[in-house]
């Protein structure tokens, strides 16, 4: 009876493509037969299905991409705009999360991660294993903080959307050792103690709800060089765009609208041909 229901229990896979058993010594993973007939076939399922995706999600960005052109055009004279077509269109996404006061379990909860992260950066200090690799990490960071007019153009398109990309920190806020140990290394003056300080006092007391712990109303409240990492290198899709255009055309004028699904909730003409140092940005809700 017990092997009975054991065999019961065993689920057959079947191949995908030819819809046979496949033998129990083919990895559990694995989703088709040991026939080479059906390995091809699976993957040049796969490569189908991902060429198909990515032509769907080009699609969806050219039609997103028209919406923004038409709205350019019907909001340009209201924003004081003599040629709207200088304006490249550009979609990025956006944040559309309530800003709530910050909970203290969220701190506390924050707070002993945080505490856990800086004595593991702190031995890590401590190991001349590991000194050179810190060094290098601190310099990388040093040269990509270094402000550029293609910068400031990326700054103004993440405030209009505020923060799309930045609901995933939840209470870690994308801090690991590696961040720590850079802190560290910057200002060989603090003790673990005051490193924690410098990171608690920089909590704000609204944030946006299920967003990262420092994503407050106007931003960033954690000083860039306190950052992670990925907060500086991270660009979304729209972003990329851009940044792609600016370089390729040296155009510094983007019609930037902020959407959600097939509605675009922000926009903006963001101008910095005039004074690249401040970019003028119009909002036109």
Not at 24 to 32: A, F, G, I, S, T
Not at 80 to 98: C, E, H, L, Q, S
Not at 165 to 192: F, N, S, W
Request: charged share 30%; net charge positive.
């Amino acid at each position: 009876m017990r092997s009975t229901i054991n065999s019961m229990s065993i689920r057959e896979r079947t191949c995908v493509v030819c819809g046979e058993v496949i033998d129990e010594c083919v990895p559990r993973l694995q989703k088709y037969c040991s026939n080479r007939k059906c390995k091809w076939e699976y993957f040049d399922r796969i490569r189908k299905q991902i060429r198909s995706s990515r032509e769907s999600l080009k699609r969806k960005r050219e039609r997103l991409k028209r919406q923004a052109r038409d709205l350019r055009d019907n909001t340009a004279e209201a924003a004081g705009i003599g040629n709207p077509k200088d304006f490249t269109p550009a979609a990025i996404p956006v944040n559309t999360r309530r800003v709530r006061h910050l909970p203290e379990k969220r701190r506390r909860t924050f707070r002993d991660r945080l505490m856990q992260l800086i004595g593991q950066a702190a031995a890590e200090r401590r190991s001349s294993a590991r000194s050179k690799d810190n060094t290098t990490i601190q310099m990388n960071c040093d040269a990509q903080m270094q402000g550029t007019e293609l910068r400031s153009i990326l700054r103004n398109a993440c405030a209009i959307c505020r923060g799309g990309c930045c609901i995933h920190g939840g209470d870690h806020a994308y801090l690991k050792v590696e961040t720590l140990l850079r802190c560290m290394y910057q200002h060989p003056e603090l003790q673990q103690h005051q490193v924690l300080e410098e990171y608690l006092s920089c909590l704000p007391k609204k944030t946006y709800e299920d967003s990262c712990i420092y994503h407050a109303e106007f931003g960033c409240a954690l000083p860039r060089h306190l950052r992670a990492e990925s907060c500086d290198s991270f660009a979304c899709e729209g972003l990329v765009e851009i940044k792609k255009h600016a370089i390729d055309t040296k155009s510094t004028r983007f019609f930037i609208a902020a959407m959600e699904g097939k509605n675009i909730l922000r926009s903006a003409f963001v101008d910095g041909e005039s004074n690249p140092a401040t970019l003028h940005i119009l909002l036109v809700d």
